[in-house]
Structure formats: C-alpha cells, structure tokens
C-alpha cells in the first residue's frame, strides 16, 4: 500500500470520528431533554399543566421515628383536613430497637411534621397490627379520631380515641370497639358525632346510637367501608359502572371485576377512581425507562352523572387516599411517602 493511500485512509478515519463524536453527544443531549422533559409532565413537574396539582412534598417521617424507605402507612388511616392544609397519618416500622406506630399530622405544603398525636414503640415479636389503625379528622380539622389496636388480642377492646389536633390532648377515650371498626370510622359533617362501625357516638351528649335501621345504613352515612363506593347520600358507583375505565399496565384486569380504589368526596359528588400497578417493574415495564412509567392512574369523576372531569396519570404508586374535608382537595401517598395534592 502507498504512502499516499495510507495518508487518505487515516483522513477518511479522523473525519468518521469528527463526525461520529458530535452525533452521539447529539443523540446524548437530546435523550436526556427528552428524559428531563418527560419527567416535567408529571404530576407537580415544572411542565404539568393539566393534573390540577397543588402540592408534592416528602413527609418528614424522620421526625417521626421512622424511615420512608421501611415504613408503611396504614391502609385507612390516612385524611386531609380543610383546604388540605394538614394531613393525618398513621405509619408504622422497624427501628433499631424493633419497631414503631405513629399517628402524626403532617403539613402539606412542607411535609413538616405539626406534631405527634400517638407513638408507641413495640418489640419486633409484638403480636398486634399497625396495619389496622384507622384515623380521621374532624370537618374543621380539630380533632382527629383514632382506634389503635393493641395487644394483638382480638376479644380485648381496642380503644378509641378522639384528639385536640391543636394542643394534641386526648379529649375522649371512647368504650372499645372490635374489628368493624377498622374499616368504617368519620365524622359527621357537623363534628359532633363519630360513626366508629355500626355504631354512632354523640360526642356532646355521650349518646350511642346506631347506624343501621333495619339493617340498612342510616343515610346519609358518616362512614363505609373502603374503598368507599358508597357515597354519603348511598349512591354506589363500581370501577365497572363508569362509562370508561382509566387504564394501567397489570392493573386493570377485570377478572376480579373491581380492581380500583373508589373515593367519594363528602358531598357525594366527586368520586375518585383510583389505580395502582402491582409492580413497579415487570412485563412492560422492564423495558420501559423508569420515567416512562405510568405506576397509577386516577380518574376525577361527577359521581352523580358518572361523567369523567380529567384523567391524571403519575410515576410512582399511591398507596393511599383521601378527600379534604370540605372536598375542595384530594390527595395521595405514594411508596415513598410523597403527599401530593390536587385541586378538585
């Protein structure tokens, strides 16, 4: 080979790589634009326009004892408060010691936590279940209401307790209560009384009543068991009733016919259909890049006309929701404990 072909094929390789290296810094850039601009559309992103997002924060769980990494919230012991300005929570897990149960209220613009209602520190053979705590706050947000379980005995009473969420006095300790409890506990809309199962407690006469007649609940209903596809006025609304469902990869399959989550707001209006997938990573979503994913979906519903209102997708799991007291807000907490508030 001569000097002079060897001299052209070193040009020809030096302009293949001048041109080769601005491409894939190109294709680099424009990956990552593409990256940072899809992460922007999410819900609370600098780019999301349409989710009606009000809020995003981290819940400072440190403050609490505990870690967002490990902990977990319980299932119905989660509320907002008027305007969603603070949020109850009840979350619970391991410690150096062996494991924690708080019920705490957050604020939900910072995450910051207000104050600690309850904490209770328990070794890691306790027998009982923070799981079952249930919690709610009051129409004014006052008072919060909560049955914790404890012991791990199912025939001992399981106490129930009413809080000043200002000062976080106890200002009621209510006779106890078994398991359906745990899944049915509010207030009324006027405060005065708390529905904890079938049973109603004036809080200002000390009366019981019930909530049944006949067997039929009482309407309007304070409380119903989640996920709440009764509303107050006892319209019932299922994932399957609605005209057209929200749809999530490995969430959606309508061989348990209900697979979402249905939340009414107080005025039996808003309705929230609520989807979560159950795992963050299989099927598609191995391939997909993780700030592609679409891990729940919530559609935002006229209860009464089952019309849709808007559609709201997001990255990461909700665990659990909640509607502000006077309905104006609803909001969810995710795997990572993220509180995220939306406008209704």
Known sequence: MSASTKTKDADAARARRCWLLPAVLGLVAVLTAVWFIRAAMWPCGALDGSSGCRSRVALDLDAAGLQAATARVGWVAFDLGPE???ALLAAFGPTAAGRRGVLALFDTQTGALIRLLHAEDFPDDYPGSWNEVVAALSPDGRRAA????????????WPLTIYDTISGAVLHRLPGHGPNCVSML????????LQCGFTVHDLETGQVSSALDDNRMVLPMYADF?????APDGTVVRSYDLPSGTEIFE???RIFEDNASMHFAPDSIGLLE???ARHENRGQRWWTPSVFRYLAGVGVWDGQSKTLLRRIYANERYQVSAWARDG???GFVSDDFHLTVFRR
């Open 84 to 86: 969603a300005e603070t």
């Open 146 to 157: 909560a049955m914790l379980r404890g012991g791990g005995d199912d025939d001992a009473p």
């Open 186 to 193: 509010d207030f009324s809309p006027d405060g005065t009384k």
């Open 226 to 230: 989640p996920p709440g596809a009764r």
């Open 251 to 253: 969430a959606n399959a």
């Open 274 to 276: 609520v989807w979560q």
């Open 328 to 330: 104006g807000y609803f």
